[in-house]
């Protein structure tokens, strides 16, 4: 439940900052940055199983459908990835400094109603 709960979390935390990288006209990930992150994790998982007819037998396609399969997720992490190291390489914040924060301005902090509900279903 605790792994569900942080995965669900750095979910909803990347796809809030996919929508912002997307907005941002100067990051761009090109084919190359792509083709080249697809060709390592291949690469990785076929020494993993030792040739690639085994990896592709295991997976239940070809090397060329999985990286079709995945081309979009890779360019969406590598755009997370870009946003991020733009705009939050020299920030490093602490839990103790938010705690902080929330002491000391917790009078004038405005409270958020809650605008999303979700639940799941298993």
């Known amino acids: 439940e605790k792994l569900f709960k942080q995965?669900?979390?750095?979910?909803?935390?990347?796809?809030?900052?996919?929508?912002?990288?997307?907005?941002?006209?100067?990051?761009v990930v090109e084919y190359e940055e792509i083709k080249k992150v697809?060709?390592?994790r291949i690469s990785y998982y076929v020494s993993h199983f030792g040739s690639v007819s085994d990896f592709e037998k295991q997976a239940g396609f070809t090397i060329g459908e999985m990286k079709e399969k995945n081309w979009g997720v890779v360019e969406e992490e590598l755009l997370i990835e870009k946003f991020r190291l733009k705009n939050f390489k020299n920030v490093f914040i602490t839990k103790?400094?938010?705690?902080?924060?929330y002491?000391?301005?917790?009078?004038?902090?405005p409270l958020v109603p809650e605008k999303?509900?979700?639940?799941v279903i298993k």
């Open 7 to 27: 995965t669900l979390e750095k979910n909803i935390d990347n796809k809030i900052i996919l929508s912002f990288a997307e907005k941002d006209s100067f990051l």
């Open 38 to 40: 697809l060709d390592e």
């Open 96 to 101: 103790h400094d938010v705690l902080a924060f």
């Open 103 to 109: 002491e000391e301005y917790k009078d004038s902090l």
């Open 116 to 119: 999303y509900n979700y639940s």
